[in-house]
């Protein structure tokens, strides 16, 4: 351990306050850790320079520059929408743009403003957020409606010169204003309420009540981006929406995801202040994994089979607290008097290295474990008390997928060699050594790491440890080694689901596309499943039933039921991305339509993965696929022609056809 007396923990030992500046890039990192400060866009309120700035989502940059072109050759009347959750890159868009545009804000008021105002070219320009409250001063009554307002009132004074709006908006406000529109839309016309209509459902043509006819689009930016143009009372009119929430920070572009460039710089902001650490502190361990370039790759295949499990996209503001998690560990709570986190860990640190027993030692580095970032990252519990029972440190959004990938949990693929790793404690060997030499734990190993593994084995090793804390802390241990080698090998928890959705999504990258073969008699078994005495590729179901449930073979049954044996050979499967989301669709053979949909998600896909034969399998999501699959069924089944049905009667679980 650093002994140096310059060093953070000789000064916190000796009652001094740790250098400020030695905290620099951590204390920042713990400020952001939940997002960015603002949660609108204050245009002039700038960042300081240490702030790495994460690459725009695909299309806002063109968006931007589109939007200040056409100041220079005006139309009547120019709206651009942002639409999207808290957290996605919106207000940090919006004030580049107040940049670039000469918006500004006194320093003195640090509180962000609904909407800023400049003049250029002859073009009225405005910035609004509304993420802020429309002040009740300015709409009074129609406050519930201020977005139709300032639509209806950009429309208004674009007959008198031309009006450019640049609008940060999140999703659920249209939708409450178009609810409120009945209570408080006195005075809001037509083209305000057709706006807030086509930004709820971009796909509708709304300008029919409009009485004005479509033009082109100019820009073309994917799917997540829609534009109107029409000419309305003589004006050129361009309203332009698109979704920052819509496309993942994990897809790669150009060497790597915006997400993983973000989280580099942050690794090199933090690289001088962890190298001064003493060798046994976890945070200098996680900055150390970090800093080799293919090593973000790791963090990376982390967040993008966790944004998988989860179905839900990571936001920027997920981003910055996953970086905060992967390199500070997680938010904490202690009782040891400690001013800062660095504090906390070397109080830690100088209980591991100076404890009166072994017991002490331990309990420190234990402490300190949860620091760690695959330990961090997959929320794994922490031995606390005499006992060792297990202490689960705070929980997060972004938890819900990467607990669903965490490789101690979900039997990776390396699972079997940690586990024979570990067979070498009981004759005071060290696990690591075996897995080093396979090269599992590839610049995954660290001074902090050989700290714990000495002290677990020592301690487990010794009179002073009881059987049952034993077998905690040796299985606590395999955990640890198992996370740490699914980080450093890629190989995380429920890998073969992931797989198998990603492999669906290249299928259909192109549009509409096949599921893989295997897969596909999953899915079909798991929609259709098999009577071991109906007739192959046909699915009994009860005849004239509220719910399509399918009848299951048993001969315990003893009072007859009338049934419905309907083949579904006809029946084709394909799937379909929508977004960031991959669809099922059922089609008849010959026909285009689709007569039933299903998304194909993490829960859906690791229950056909479950199915074995012709039979459904099961896993704890069951209850929670189950309706959604009985839809489809139903919707699906519903199509069948009427001739290729038979009714037939189950005595004794045999099916008895009626003549």
Same mark, same amino acid.
């Given at each position: 351990?650093?002994?140096?007396?310059?060093?953070?923990?000789?000064?916190?030992?000796?009652?001094?306050?740790?250098?400020?500046?030695?905290?620099?890039?951590?204390?920042?990192?713990?400020?952001?850790?939940?997002?960015?400060?603002?949660?609108?866009?204050?245009?002039?309120?700038?960042?300081?320079?240490?702030?790495?700035?994460?690459?725009?989502?695909? *299309?806002?940059?063109? +968006?931007? #520059?589109?939007?200040? $072109?056409?100041?220079? !050759? /005006?139309?009547?009347?120019?709206?651009?929408? =942002?639409?999207?959750?808290?957290?996605?890159?919106?207000?940090?868009?919006?004030?580049?743009?107040?940049?670039?545009?000469?918006?500004?804000?006194?320093?003195?008021?640090?509180?962000?403003?609904?909407?800023?105002?400049?003049?250029?070219?002859?073009?009225?320009?405005?910035?609004?957020?509304?993420?802020?409250?429309?002040?009740?001063?300015?709409?009074?009554?129609?406050?519930?409606?201020?977005?139709?307002?300032?639509?209806?009132?950009?429309?208004?004074?674009?007959?008198?010169?031309?009006?450019?709006?640049?609008?940060?908006?999140?999703?659920?406000?249209?939708?409450?204003?178009?609810?409120?529109?009945?209570?408080?839309?006195? *005075?809001?016309?037509? +083209?305000? #309420?057709?706006?807030? $209509?086509?930004?709820? !459902? /971009?796909?509708?043509?709304?300008?029919?009540? =409009?009485?004005?006819?479509?033009?082109?689009?100019?820009?073309?930016?994917?799917?997540?981006?829609?534009?109107?143009?029409?000419?309305?009372?003589?004006?050129?009119?361009?309203?332009?929406?698109?979704?920052?929430?819509?496309?993942?920070?994990?897809?790669?572009?150009?060497?790597?995801?915006?997400?993983?460039?973000?989280?580099?710089?942050?690794?090199?902001?933090?690289?001088?202040?962890?190298?001064?650490?003493?060798?046994?502190?976890?945070?200098?361990?996680?900055?150390?994994?970090?800093?080799?370039?293919?090593?973000?790759?790791?963090?990376?295949?982390?967040?993008?089979?966790?944004?998988?499990?989860?179905?839900?996209?990571?936001?920027?503001?997920?981003?910055?607290?996953?970086?905060?998690?992967?390199?500070?560990? /997680?938010?904490?709570?202690?009782?040891?008097?400690?001013?800062?986190?660095?504090?906390?860990?070397?109080?830690?640190?100088?209980?591991?290295?100076?404890?009166?027993?072994?017991?002490?030692?331990?309990?420190?580095?234990?402490?300190?474990?949860?620091?760690?970032?695959?330990?961090?990252?997959?929320?794994?519990?922490?031995?606390?008390?005499?006992?060792?029972?297990?202490?689960?440190?705070?929980?997060?959004?972004?938890?819900?997928?990467?607990?669903?990938?965490?490789?101690?949990?979900?039997?990776?693929?390396?699972?079997?060699?940690?586990?024979?790793?570990?067979?070498?404690?009981?004759?005071?060997?060290?696990?690591?050594?075996?897995?080093?030499?396979?090269?599992?734990?590839?610049?995954?190993?660290?001074?902090?790491?050989?700290?714990?593994?000495?002290?677990?084995?020592?301690?487990?090793?010794?009179?002073?440890?009881?059987?049952?804390?034993?077998?905690?802390?040796?299985?606590?241990?395999?955990?640890?080694?198992?996370?740490?080698?699914?980080?450093?090998?890629?190989?995380?928890?429920?890998?073969?689901?992931?797989?198998?959705?990603?492999?669906?999504?290249?299928?259909?990258?192109?549009?509409?596309?096949?599921?893989?073969?295997?897969?596909?008699?999953?899915?079909?078994?798991?929609?259709?499943?098999?009577?071991?005495?109906?007739?192959?590729?046909?699915?009994?179901?009860?005849?004239?039933?509220?719910?399509?449930?399918?009848?299951?073979?048993?001969?315990?049954?003893?009072?007859?039921?009338?049934?419905?044996?309907?083949?579904?050979?006809?029946?084709?499967?394909?799937?379909?991305?929508?977004?960031?989301?991959?669809?099922?669709?059922?089609?008849?053979?010959?026909?285009?339509?689709?007569?039933?949909?299903?998304?194909?998600?993490?829960?859906?896909?690791?229950?056909?993965?479950?199915?074995?034969?012709?039979?459904?399998?099961?896993?704890?999501?069951?209850?929670?696929?189950?309706?959604?699959?009985?839809?489809?069924?139903?919707?699906?089944?519903?199509?069948?022609?009427?001739?290729?049905?038979?009714?037939?009667?189950?005595?004794?679980?045999?099916?008895?056809?009626?003549?």
């Amino acid at each position: 351990m650093n002994s140096n007396p310059g060093s953070s923990e000789a000064k916190v030992l000796a009652g001094q306050s740790v250098d400020a500046k030695q905290e620099t890039s951590f204390q920042k990192l713990q400020k952001r850790a939940f997002g960015g400060e603002d949660v609108a866009a204050r245009p002039g309120a700038e960042d300081d320079g240490w702030w790495p700035k994460g690459p725009l989502l695909p *299309g806002v940059h063109e +968006l931007i #520059r589109d939007f200040v $072109a056409g100041i220079e !050759s /005006p139309e009547g009347l120019h709206i651009v929408f =942002l639409l999207g959750g808290a957290g996605n890159g919106k207000s940090f868009a919006a004030r580049s743009l107040g940049k670039e545009l000469g918006l500004s804000t006194s320093a003195s008021d640090e509180l962000a403003h609904r909407i800023y105002k400049t003049t250029k070219n002859g073009v009225s320009i405005e910035l609004l957020n509304d993420a802020t409250i429309a002040p009740s001063a300015d709409y009074q009554s129609r406050q519930p409606v201020a977005l139709a307002c300032d639509i209806q009132r950009w429309w208004d004074e674009s007959a008198a010169s031309p009006v450019a709006a640049f609008c940060c908006v999140n999703r659920g406000i249209v939708i409450d204003e178009l609810r409120s529109l009945s209570e408080h839309g006195d *005075g809001i016309e037509v +083209l305000a #309420r057709a706006v807030l $209509a086509w930004l709820a !459902s /971009p796909g509708q043509d709304d300008l029919g009540q =409009l009485g004005a006819s479509r033009e082109g689009a100019k820009l073309v930016l994917g799917d997540h981006y829609h534009e109107l143009r029409f000419n309305l009372d003589g004006r050129a009119v361009r309203i332009s929406a698109m979704s920052v929430d819509a496309c993942s920070l994990m897809d790669i572009d150009g060497v790597q995801s915006r997400a993983g460039a973000l989280f580099q710089q942050i690794v090199e902001r933090c690289r001088d202040d962890a190298m001064v650490r003493p060798m046994e502190c976890p945070i200098r361990a996680n900055v150390q994994q970090w800093l080799p370039p293919n090593t973000i790759l790791s963090w990376e295949n982390i967040l993008a089979h966790a944004e998988i499990a989860s179905g839900r996209l990571h936001s920027y503001r997920d981003v910055w607290g996953l970086a905060a998690l992967s390199i500070l560990g /997680p938010r904490f709570a202690t009782l040891d008097g400690s001013r800062s986190l660095l504090e906390h860990v070397d109080r830690c640190l100088h209980k591991a290295r100076n404890g009166s027993s072994l017991k002490e030692k331990l309990d420190a580095l234990l402490e300190l474990s949860h620091f760690r970032m695959h330990n961090a990252l997959f929320r794994a519990p922490m031995p606390t008390g005499d006992d060792a029972l297990p202490f689960y440190p705070p929980t997060t959004p972004a938890h819900l997928g990467l607990s669903l990938v965490d490789p101690s949990a979900w039997g990776a693929m390396d699972s079997q060699v940690v586990e024979a790793a570990m067979q070498s404690v009981a004759l005071g060997g060290m696990p690591s050594e075996s897995l080093l030499e396979s090269g599992l734990l590839d610049n995954a190993w660290f001074g902090f790491d050989k700290c714990l593994e000495q002290a677990i084995v020592e301690y487990v090793g010794s009179n002073d440890c009881s059987d049952s804390v034993r077998r905690r802390l040796v299985s606590w241990f395999g955990g640890y080694l198992t996370r740490l080698v699914g980080v450093s090998t890629g190989h995380l928890g429920n890998r073969a689901v992931v797989k198998q959705w990603e492999l669906c999504r290249e299928k259909c990258a192109k549009g509409v596309g096949k599921l893989p073969l295997e897969l596909e008699k999953a899915i079909r078994s798991l929609i259709f499943p098999q009577h071991d005495d109906a007739p192959q590729d046909s699915i009994l179901v009860p005849a004239f039933a509220a719910r399509v449930e399918p009848l299951q073979a048993s001969r315990e049954e003893t009072s007859p039921r009338l049934a419905e044996i309907i083949p579904h050979n006809s029946i084709n499967l394909q799937v379909r991305q929508q977004g960031s989301r991959l669809v099922l669709e059922c089609t008849l053979t010959g026909h285009a339509e689709v007569i039933g949909q299903l998304v194909l998600d993490f829960s859906l896909m690791r229950e056909a993965l479950a199915c074995r034969g012709h039979r459904a399998g099961q896993t704890e999501s069951t209850a929670h696929v189950e309706p959604r699959i009985e839809r489809c069924r139903a919707s699906s089944l519903s199509a069948v022609p009427a001739n290729q049905r038979r009714l037939v009667v189950i005595s004794g679980g045999s099916p008895v056809e009626l003549s």
